[in-house]
């Protein structure tokens, strides 16, 4: 499975920007895909996952109301709406891919994905 995301870039805050990460290879067992970031200094940190079999989402507190995930079934392709950007949001954003059985409550969970893709870089600053 190979995972390449794109779509970061330089955006003034309160601007918005889209991510997209697409999935190749052996994908037949994806169950869920998700979306992580690090900042500098930071751990990483889950920001939001979709599982495909219920097309059930989840995010963290900190992004909820502000990104937005989708995912193109006909593509493998996930998605990651981000508006209303803030400095703080900053980072080197991942995305992952879980073939397993990843359940709602652990699926900002790293330890639950177990392809990742390079990371694509969102700056947020005036």
């Known amino acids: 499975v190979q995972l390449q995301a794109s779509g970061g870039g330089l955006v003034q805050p309160g601007g918005s920007l889209r991510l997209s990460c697409a999935a190749s290879?052996?994908?037949?067992?994806?169950?869920?895909m998700g979306w992580y970031r690090q900042a500098p200094g930071n751990e990483r940190e889950g920001i939001s996952a979709?599982?495909?079999?219920?097309?059930?989402?989840n995010y963290a507190d900190f992004v909820r109301g502000r990104f937005t995930i989708a995912k193109d079934n006909a593509e493998n392709t996930v998605y990651l709406q981000m508006d209303s950007l803030r400095p703080e949001d900053t980072g080197l954003y991942y995305c992952?891919?879980?073939?397993?059985?990843?359940?709602?409550?652990?699926?900002?969970?790293?330890?639950?994905?177990?392809?990742w893709g390079q990371g694509t870089l969102v700056t947020v600053s005036s």
């Open positions: 992952a891919l879980d073939v397993g059985h990843v359940t709602y409550t652990r699926m900002l969970d790293a330890d639950e994905y177990q392809f």
């Open positions: 290879g052996s994908t037949f067992r994806l169950n869920a």
């Open positions: 979709f599982r495909t079999w219920d097309a059930v989402s």
